[in-house]
């Protein structure tokens, strides 16, 4: 059974930092190309990063670029956002996602809240 389990979420005053967690069970993870999703409170999910498997390529949604940071240890099965600079519209719950472009199967995390507030 493939589970994606995400962490690190938590409240954070703006201009604070957080990083979150994924980590990937039952699948063989270094063959997936991982993102970060988030969803905020009364609107759609969004991608926010993409990282390829080998961790050489990564990309960014405009509104996160330059101050979050997606990462993964194929070692561990783990994907890692680091978000700096945290505003208050970066409240939103976070997803992880697992793609194997050749068998096109997807799998998501159960989410971790991030609020940003004072």
């Known amino acids: 059974q493939v589970q994606l389990v995400e962490s690190g979420g938590g409240l954070v005053e703006p201009g604070g930092s957080l990083r979150l967690s994924c980590v990937g069970s039952?699948?063989?993870?270094?063959?997936?190309?991982m993102r970060w999703y988030r969803q905020p409170p009364g609107l759609e999910r969004e991608l926010i990063a993409t990282?390829?498997?080998?961790?050489?390529?990564?990309s960014y949604a405009e509104s996160v670029e330059g101050r979050f940071t997606v990462s993964r240890d194929n070692m561990k099965n783990s994907m890692y956002l680091q978000m700096n600079s945290l505003k208050p519209e970066d409240t939103a719950m976070y997803y992880c996602?697992?793609?194997?472009?050749?068998?096109?199967?997807?799998?998501w995390g159960q989410g971790t809240q991030v609020t940003v507030s004072l």
């Open positions: 039952g699948l063989a993870f270094a063959r997936y190309l």
């Open positions: 996602n697992a793609w194997f472009s050749i068998s096109g199967d997807e799998y």
């Open positions: 990282i390829d498997n080998s961790g050489a390529f990564t």
